[in-house]
């Protein structure tokens, strides 16, 4: 507590001596400011009630006051003047009525009657006011409030006193403890005693110091306005540290030895500079670094002839000679291979090979040609590319030799595989990753019913892990160029690579990037019957046909943790691929890298722009999340994990109803499902559960200097973008998409000075980066302390060049993209949907499905199968056989099975009851094909294969006489849609093309040159 709040407490105190008895009121309430002008009325009104009844209650009797008077007033005004007025009834009888209300005799005056009348309408009037105001006065005056009884005097100075005492507490002159003193309605004689006392108290206080302050001749520290404890404090600091009198001497000693060295003008610095104490060190530091940098500058030619065009033209230059020094060695290969390649009038395994080329039939197997003619061929064509199994199969141990044999993706590569290729060269290059998958056979099993956690293949060896177990040199291949975005392998670079791999930093884009996190609570893991997640294969369904729609320039890859999770995915897209025809093109543009869906065993070698995961196992329908994530689980799981998060370029999205807070594991979990809660979490939340960074956080002066500038310029600015291995200096944010940088900046410190080699600090690097997107700019130190406002201006040149750039890109993409929308497509050329029926399947009696099917004699069984071929005729064999095993309630056909229904077929084939084309049943009763839809049918019976030649040519004739001159690639789709088909496969393709060749040999159509005719074509010519 300081002086001003004592004398505030003083000032309190006296505001509490004067209360006038107020402890019984409402004294806390804010209506005493809110409410005043109702209190002063209030007051006021009473006070007119009170002395209205105190000077006519002997007027009037009691029943008077609140009469109605205004039918009185109303005749006494309008016939009152009149000299008539008593023979007027009306006035008669209201003049009557008012001697009955009073205890004298009726005046006589018109004016004393009016006043009577007027007396008693006010009283009612106020009244009324005063009643309106009850709720107001027994909230605040309480038993105080009497109504027109009330003591008027005392509310009023009552209310007077509480209004100035919140006007006060509001203004600060006085503490608001004072309307808790006021509730207790504490003695004021204590009270007055203790406000004297402290008032005495505080101006001796006064006193003594102005006595300390002469007595010391000191103007003072503004002590006296410190605070009572402050004041107590510095008082005894004083006096103890009196003996450090003898410092004042010795900075006046100090001060003279400046002073006379020639740096008096430290002193006057530190006299008249309050932050010397902290900034004066710093400038003499500042004066002499700079007088170091002019020394450099002066004693190095280097230095003082630096200039940023003509450094930039010599990096520009070495980069050239880099590149062209490239094409330079790869000519000198060419030209070398070149002298080699024998001559063609050559002898020897060159005559071989040319007897081969003359050759039109029963050429040397290929095996036997490399055993004969190997050199030659070797010394053709030096470099082969062949798998394992491939160089066994043709090249025969004593053929030819290699100098260097390579293997790529060697994770795959068993070493019983790889064997024969490694006798046959003198060194081997191996090329591969040990956390990525292993060789696996679950693939090479006919047995599709394999579930995936039972297939375990992390055990297996490959010659990758063979040659690191007999100690080979290894060298990591550090630099990651797939990711286009930093998140997309960072989780694997801590979990996996130990933070080794040099992960270069994305620009950003306008639209999103990286990994990103898709939870989904009300979808649940169906574990005890399909062992998939149906809705989330519908979630992932609709992302993919979201992204077709919206990004169909990028391309898309689907893995699921399971096989039966990626069939249930694959049927939701299937069905929302007819639903949406317009999403066909970006199904067939990507040739190069196609849109596909997968488990997570065949997806290693694979990566898209896009990667959807579906997990898929998760949150069970009763709530338990079960630990249980099919290979992960087992030995290895996480290599598998590992190739599965790294195949994305520019997008990860993770489908799942679990989050990593969801996974309790204990200390014996798999590294597997370790490594998938960490994946989770950093999908979620973009940084890793236990973060550990092993490299220190070194200071970077000239790289903060420049970044610190540039946000007083106005520039939003990160520094260090990227991750562990290779950072962008400093980049510079678009205000308008905050995800994407414009410009990049790389500075000369030590990032630069650590760099291997110029080829990677001034050429690798920056063409990875401008691959990237990065727009560039190199800022020299030497030009940033001579000059940096030209520098700063030439970054705010580069950053609008590169907002320009970027709008017109995004303009362009938008104009692109509005283009795609309002393509006006053309309507597909087909066949009314009623000009063919349906495909009807047949359906057999129950009788069939009273017992197996090798129990019914062949007679019968080749009855049920005539009736089919009626119904259905022509038939594919395995449709026939299909319906038969439905109705035995059969779900798997068996080879008894199948060959129960064979020996039933001939048994009716060889009795005429139906006819057999190839693979095809015919009713003999049908003469020609019938044209029907199967757009109806299970995707099962849905094959091309199962449509019968005649019935595909009948659609084929149709299809070009109603067209001019169609070649037959425009065919196919056409013919297709008839059958229900939507899309084109290249089954489809295929065998629609057979099909024509059946239509050209049977005549109903013929081929004229690149066209398809019919015969009525050629009528009209």
């Not at 020639?262 to 902290?278: H, M, P, Q, S, T």
């Not at 005559?351 to 050429?363: Q, V, W």
Request: charged share 25%; net charge negative.
């Amino acid at each position: 507590m300081d002086e001003a709040e004592v004398k505030k407490l003083v000032q309190t105190a006296d505001w509490a001596v004067k209360n006038p008895g107020t402890g019984s009121m409402s004294v806390a309430d804010g209506a005493w400011l809110n409410n005043q002008a109702d209190i002063a009325e209030t007051i006021s009104t009473g006070s007119k009630l009170t002395e209205i009844h105190r000077r006519y209650d002997p007027v009037f009797i009691p029943e008077a006051w609140g009469q109605e008077m205004l039918e009185i007033r109303q005749n006494l005004m309008a016939h009152g003047s009149k000299w008539y007025k008593f023979l007027i009834g009306d006035y008669k009888k209201s003049v009557k009525k008012l001697a009955t209300f009073l205890n004298a005799a009726m005046p006589d005056s018109l004016e004393q009657k009016l006043e009577l009348v007027n007396i008693v309408m006010e009283e009612k009037r106020l009244s009324a006011a005063l009643q309106s105001f009850n709720a107001l006065g027994e909230r605040l005056f309480r038993q105080h409030w009497q109504q027109q009884r009330s003591d008027w005097a005392l509310l009023k100075n009552a209310a007077d006193y509480l209004q100035a005492v919140h006007t006060h507490i509001g203004k600060g002159v006085i503490r608001p403890e004072i309307i808790e003193l006021l509730q207790k309605n504490r003695d004021t004689v204590t009270i007055r005693q203790h406000k004297e006392n402290t008032a005495a108290l505080l101006n001796e206080q006064e006193k003594a110091f102005r006595a300390l302050f002469q007595h010391l001749d000191f103007s003072g520290n503004g002590i006296e306005n410190f605070k009572l404890t402050a004041q107590v404090s510095v008082l005894n600091r004083w006096k103890e540290q009196l003996p450090e009198m003898h410092k004042a001497v010795q900075w006046n000693v100090l001060k003279e030895t400046t002073q006379q060295q020639g740096a008096g003008f430290l002193i006057k610095a530190v006299e008249n500079w309050n932050d010397a104490g902290l900034y004066l060190k710093t400038a003499l530091q500042k004066t002499w670094y700079d007088y170091l940098l002019e020394q450099a500058m002066l004693n190095s030619t280097e230095l003082r002839k630096f200039e940023r065009s003509t450094h930039e033209e010599t990096i520009a230059a070495f980069r050239r000679m880099d590149v062209l020094k490239q094409y330079y060695n790869r000519a000198r290969v060419a030209l070398k291979h070149w002298e080699g390649v024998p001559k063609q009038e050559g002898g020897g395994q060159i005559n071989i090979l040319k007897s081969e080329f003359n050759r039109k039939a029963r050429h040397m197997p290929v095996r036997k040609l490399m055993q004969e003619a190997g050199l030659a061929i070797q010394a053709i064509k030096p470099v082969m590319m062949m798998s394992p199994m491939s160089i066994a199969g043709f090249l025969p141990p004593d053929s030819i030799g290699f100098d260097l044999v390579i293997f790529d993706e060697a994770s795959q590569v068993r070493p019983v595989d790889a064997l024969g290729a490694i006798l046959r060269g003198k060194q081997i290059v191996v090329v591969g990753d040990t956390l990525q998958m292993p060789p696996t056979s679950f693939f090479d099993k006919l047995n599709t019913d394999t579930e995936d956690e039972d297939n375990v293949t992390a055990d297996m060896q490959s010659i990758l892990g063979m040659c690191d177990a007999q100690g080979a040199p290894q060298r990591m291949l550090r630099w990651h160029y797939r990711s286009r975005h930093e998140s997309l392998i960072s989780l694997s670079n801590q979990e996996f690579y130990e933070n080794r791999l040099v992960i270069f930093p994305s620009p950003g884009s306008k639209t999103r990037m990286g990994l990103a996190f898709n939870h989904l609570p009300d979808t649940f893991y169906d574990k005890g019957k399909t062992r998939t997640n149906p809705k989330e294969a519908e979630e992932v369904a609709d992302a993919v046909i979201r992204h077709a729609l919206a990004s169909p320039k990028l391309s898309l890859g689907v893995v699921a943790f399971s096989t039966s999770q990626m069939q249930a995915i694959q049927n939701a897209i299937e069905i929302r691929r007819r639903k949406n025809p317009e999403t066909e093109n970006f199904f067939r543009d990507h040739t190069d890298e196609p849109f596909f869906v997968k488990n997570l065993e065949n997806v290693q070698g694979d990566e898209r722009d896009v990667i959807f995961i579906s997990i898929g196992y998760g949150r069970t329908e009763d709530g338990k999340v079960p630990m249980s994530f099919g290979p992960l689980n087992n030995e290895g799981g996480e290599r598998r994990l590992n190739v599965l998060i790294t195949r994305a370029k520019r997008r990860c999205e993770v489908f799942t109803n679990i989050t990593a807070a969801d996974m309790v594991i204990g200390p014996a979990a798999k590294f597997g499902i370790r490594a998938l809660k960490s994946f989770l979490y950093f999908a979620e939340h973009g940084k890793f559960e236990n973060h550990h960074d092993d490299q220190p956080d070194q200071p970077r002066p000239f790289e903060t200097m420049v970044a610190e500038t540039l946000r007083k310029e106005g520039f939003t600015v990160r520094e260090k973008v990227g991750s562990a291995g290779f950072y962008i200096d400093l980049a510079i944010t678009d205000p308008d998409h905050p995800g994407r940088y414009l410009l990049g900046i790389t500075c000369d410190g030590k990032s630069y000075h650590q760099a291997q080699s110029a080829r990677d600090r001034d050429r690798l690097r920056t063409s990875v980066l401008e691959g990237m997107g990065w727009n560039l700019l190199h800022l020299w130190s030497l030009d940033w302390f001579r000059n940096p406002a030209a520098e700063i201006q030439l970054i705010r040149d580069a950053v609008e060049k590169a907002k320009t750039q970027a709008e017109r890109n995004d303009s362009m993409e938008e104009e692109l993209a509005a283009e795609l929308r309002n393509m006006v497509r053309e309507a597909p050329v087909d066949l009314p949907e009623t000009a063919y029926p349906e495909y009807e399947p047949a359906v057999l009696p129950a009788e069939i499905a009273g017992q197996e099917l090798h129990l019914f004699p062949v007679g019968k069984l080749s009855g049920w199968i005539c009736e089919v071929v009626k119904a259905e005729s022509p038939v594919h064999f395995e449709e026939v056989a299909r319906r038969m095993a439905d109705a035995n309630g059969i779900s798997k056909i068996g080879s008894r099975v199948r060959a129960v229904i064979t020996e039933a077929v001939e048994y009716a084939v060889n009795n005429t009851w139906v006819i057999r084309k190839g693979d095809f049943l015919w009713d003999p009763e049908q003469a020609t094909a019938m044209v029907r839809r199967r757009s109806g049918l299970p995707s099962g019976s849905r094959k091309i294969g199962f449509i019968a030649p005649e019935e595909i040519s009948l659609v084929i004739e149709k299809v070009v006489t109603d067209s001019v001159a169609i070649q037959p690639e425009s065919l196919v789709p056409m013919v297709a849609r008839v059958f229900g088909f939507s899309r084109v496969t290249e089954e489809i393709r295929k065998y629609i093309s057979e099909a024509v060749g059946f239509s050209i040999e049977n005549g109903s159509v013929y081929q004229e040159g690149l066209f398809l005719k019919t015969a009525s074509d050629t009528g009209q010519q």
